[in-house]
Nanobody
Framework: QVQLVESGGGLVQAGGSLRLSCAASGLHFSSYFMGWFRQAPGKEREFVAAISGSGSRTYYAESVKGRFTISRDNAKNTVFLQMNSLKPEDTAVFFC????????????????WGQGTRVAVSS
């Protein structure tokens, strides 16, 4: 079965950096668009970034553009989210997700989800 396993979360001070990873198994990884979403306490899950199967196209939420970078290594079935200049408002559980539906921000388009990794940014 399909599994997506996130890692790399933790506690960091404002202005710091973290790199999240998501290891995928049970699917033809390069055929899937991959996305990162996040859910802050008491808020709905929101789109962060997405990347095409080849890695040639990316798409970001305005709130993270210029600070976060999504990338993938198809040889290792892994997608990454490099997060720089972190802010307290970035505190959330971060989820990776997979879709064949295209490069977009809609949660409902994503077929598979990981369990999440927690990121906390202190001020």
């Amino acid at each position: 079965q399909v599994q997506l396993v996130e890692s790399g979360g933790g506690l960091v001070q404002a202005g710091g950096s973290l790199r999240l990873s998501c290891a995928a198994s049970g699917l033809h990884f390069s055929s899937y668009f991959m996305g990162w979403f996040r859910q802050a306490p008491g808020k709905e899950r929101e789109f962060v970034a997405a990347i095409s199967g080849s890695g040639s196209r990316t798409y970001y939420a305005e709130s993270v553009k210029g600070r976060f970078t999504i990338s993938r290594d198809n040889a290792k079935n892994t997608v990454f989210l490099q997060m720089n200049s972190l802010k307290p408002e970035d505190t959330a559980v971060f989820f990776c997700a997979a879709t064949r539906g295209g490069l977009g921000p809609r949660r409902s388009d994503y077929e598979y989800w990981g369990q999440g990794t927690r990121v906390a940014v202190s001020s």
